[in-house]
């Protein structure tokens, strides 16, 4: 998990004084870039921003920020993404912070993939459709009560890690590698 870009970013968007958190932003940043492939992050941005003063110097700021994470995502999942890293809470968090993190990260996947490429999940090819059905049930995932702590750590690590691969496998199947191109690896 990218903790620097995590705790970078949040700071940056209460300092804005942003609704959203940054475990949301990035997902809706891979969700736009797997359903539209977006060049342009000026729409995200905004949406990202919404309704802080343009004229606030924070703002400004968390703006630059912002197409810096577009700028590195994009070039990541250009790349097969095989260092696509999530941007969530840190291993140091709560696990039930981590866990709120991801179910808000696929939230913002879920929306961003939704702007991008309106319409119904089912029109979407089988593999991301069962990806995103997949990341729909981590929008609401919670900690077992009396779960033992080990058994939730390993399990929130490979949901982490099925997440990740999840979002590769969506922008490889809506954007299909192009004549000429190199090819992709996903690993």
Do not use: K
């Given at each position: 998990?990218?903790?620097?870009?995590?705790?970078?970013?949040?700071?940056?968007?209460?300092?804005?004084?942003?609704?959203?958190?940054?475990?949301?932003?990035?997902?809706?940043?891979?969700?736009?870039l797997?359903?539209?492939?977006?060049?342009?992050?000026?729409?995200?941005?905004?949406?990202?921003?919404?309704?802080?003063?343009?004229?606030n110097?924070?703002?400004?700021?968390?703006?630059?920020?912002l197409?810096?994470?577009?700028?590195?995502?994009?070039?990541?999942?250009?790349?097969?993404?095989?260092?696509?890293?999530?941007?969530?809470?840190?291993?140091?968090?709560?696990?039930?912070?981590?866990?709120?993190?991801?179910?808000?990260?696929c939230?913002?996947?879920?929306?961003?993939?939704?702007?991008?490429?309106?319409?119904?999940?089912?029109?979407?090819?089988?593999?991301?459709?069962?990806?995103?059905?997949?990341?729909?049930?981590?929008?609401?995932?919670?900690?077992?009560?009396?779960?033992?702590?080990?058994?939730?750590?390993?399990?929130y690590?490979?949901?982490?890690?099925?997440?990740?691969?999840?979002?590769?496998?969506?922008?490889?199947?809506?954007?299909?590698?192009?004549?000429?191109?190199?090819?992709?690896?996903?690993?």
């Amino acid at each position: 998990m990218n903790t620097e870009w995590y705790q970078t970013l949040q700071e940056a968007l209460v300092r804005a004084g942003a609704v959203t958190d940054a475990a949301e932003c990035h997902g809706s940043v891979c969700g736009r870039l797997c359903g539209a492939h977006e060049g342009d992050p000026r729409p995200w941005i905004e949406e990202s921003l919404g309704g802080v003063d343009p004229r606030n110097v924070a703002a400004g700021e968390c703006r630059e920020l912002l197409l810096r994470l577009h700028g590195e995502t994009r070039s990541v999942l250009e790349e097969a993404g095989t260092d696509l890293r999530l941007v969530l809470p840190p291993d140091s968090a709560p696990l039930e912070q981590r866990v709120d993190g991801l179910a808000q990260w696929c939230q913002g996947f879920l929306h961003g993939l939704g702007v991008a490429r309106p319409g119904s999940i089912e029109e979407l090819p089988d593999n991301s459709r069962e990806v995103v059905h997949d990341f729909l049930d981590v929008t609401r995932a919670g900690l077992e009560p009396d779960g033992d702590d080990e058994e939730q750590e390993g399990a929130y690590a490979e949901i982490v890690e099925y997440i990740r691969v999840g979002v590769l496998l969506v922008y490889e199947e809506l954007y299909p590698e192009q004549d000429g191109a190199s090819p992709r690896r996903l690993h």
